[in-house]
T-cell receptor, first 118, second 114 residues
Framework: DSGVTQTPKHLITATGQRVTLRCSPR?????VYWYQQSLDQGLQFLIQ???????AKGNILERFSAQQFPDLHSELNLSSLELGDSALYFC?????????????????FGPGTRLTVT | AQSVTQLGSHVSVSEGALVLLRCNYS??????LFWYVQYPNQGLQLLLK??????LVKGINGFEAEFKKSETSFHLTKPSAHMSDAAEYFC????????????FGKGTKLSVKP
């Protein structure tokens, strides 16, 4: 058990809908990262938050957004869903991640949310 | 830009045989490198990490990896495979500059035959 929790485990929804994935980082970790894992794209970084602020953006679509709350949990919002958004979505957390510093701390991954868009 | 390449999408070994999973990196700065393992229907678990302290890094479950700058490699090895090692293994490099995200290879699926 990594200490990172994600809900829900599975989500089945229709095209055009909107869903919210939730992540609670390990106790004491300030950074949260979201990754998408799909068969064709592999593991891709979406977005990082550090202590409530957006820190880095990866291949995140405009239809997707995220935020990190004062209690440090994070939510990933996916809207206008398409069939191609079906994937495993992972959240990871780390101690480090503050702006301007090289990060060397490892990231701990949650069990993921499997999203199926029909 | 940082990147990693994993050679071989599928590796099959017999139980008790040597496990060798290959990873080559590309980085404009000294890299921070990681190996993660993913068991079916589970998240990723950190096996080991290289952060320039020592070139031979020991991880969990008997795995180790050696950083070779001259070969830009960070191959993962285990002397004797167990059936329980069957999983997918991912090599990753930390994003450059002040970015903290991981950049993953495409993964290598390890099968272990009895």
């Amino acid at each position: 058990d990594s200490g990172v929790t994600q809900t829900p485990k599975h989500l089945i929804t229709a095209t055009g809908q909107r869903v919210t994935l939730r992540c609670s980082p390990r106790s004491g970790d300030l950074s949260v990262y979201w990754y998408q894992q799909s068969l064709d794209q592999g593991l891709q970084f979406l977005i990082q938050y550090y202590n409530g602020e957006e820190r880095a953006k990866g291949n995140i679509l405009e239809r997707f957004s995220a935020q990190q709350f004062p209690d440090l949990h994070s939510e990933l919002n996916l809207s206008s869903l398409e069939l191609g958004d079906s994937a495993l979505y992972f959240c990871a957390s780390s101690v480090g991640g503050s702006p301007g510093l090289v990060i060397s701390s490892e990231q701990y991954f949650g069990p993921g949310t499997r999203l199926t868009v029909t | 830009a940082q990147s990693v390449t994993q050679l071989g999408s599928h590796v099959s070994v017999s139980e008790g045989a040597l496990v060798l999973l290959r990873c080559n990196y590309s980085s404009s700065v000294p890299p921070y490198l990681f190996w993660y393992v993913q068991y079916p229907n589970q998240g990723l678990q950190l096996l080991l990490k290289y952060t320039s302290a020592a070139t031979l890094v020991k991880g969990i479950n008997g795995f180790e990896a050696e950083f070779k700058k001259s070969e830009t490699s960070f191959h993962l090895t285990k002397p004797s495979a167990h059936m329980s090692d069957a999983a997918e293994y991912f090599c990753a490099v930390l994003g450059g500059g002040s970015q903290g995200n991981l950049i993953f290879g495409k993964g290598t699926k390890l099968s272990v035959k009895p």
